[in-house]
C-alpha cells in the first residue's frame, strides 16, 4: 500500500471515529460554461449541490472596516473530486459564505476558507 493511500484511509476513519465533529455543509458548485464580452458577465450552467461532511476549524471577524466573517474548512479530497474554484460558494448554517484565498488541496484533504459579509 502507498502512502497516499495509508493517508487517505487515516482521513477516513479520522471522520468516522469523529463523526459528532463535523458539520454538514452544503457545497454548490457553479457551471461556468462561458464569459459574454458584451455584457462583461461570466455565463453559468447548472450548478452542481453536493452535502459534505467538513470540520470548522476556525471562525473570526477579519476586518472591522468591512465587517467580514471567515472559517476555515477542512473536507475529504474524495467528497470533491471536482476541485474547488472561486465560483463557488458553501452553505453554512443557511447562511451562504463566499470562498477565497488560500485554497489549499492535496491527495487527502482540501482546505478553504470562506467569508461573508456581516
Do not use: C, H
Not at 453536493?50 to 476586518?63: L, R
Not at 465587517?67 to 472561486?86: C, H, P, W, Y
Not at 447562511?95 to 470562506?114: D, F, H, M, T
Request: glycine share 6%; hydrophobic share 45%.
Amino acid at each position: 500500500m502507498s502512502y497516499a493511500g495509508l493517508i487517505r484511509k487515516s482521513v477516513d476513519m479520522a471522520f468516522q471515529l469523529s463523526s459528532d465533529i463535523p458539520s454538514t455543509v452544503t457545497f454548490t458548485k457553479t457551471a461556468v460554461s462561458g464569459f459574454d464580452f458584451n455584457t462583461k458577465e461570466k455565463i453559468e450552467g447548472v450548478p452542481v449541490v453536493s452535502p459534505i461532511e467538513a470540520f470548522i476549524v476556525a471562525s473570526k471577524k477579519k476586518s472591522k472596516k468591512r465587517n467580514t466573517m471567515q472559517k476555515r474548512l477542512i473536507m475529504k479530497a474524495a467528497d470533491l473530486e471536482s476541485g474547488v474554484s472561486f465560483y463557488d460558494y458553501v452553505m453554512i448554517d443557511g447562511l451562504k459564505w463566499s470562498i477565497g484565498p488560500p485554497i489549499a488541496i492535496n491527495e487527502a484533504v482540501i482546505s478553504i476558507e470562506v467569508f461573508r459579509e456581516v
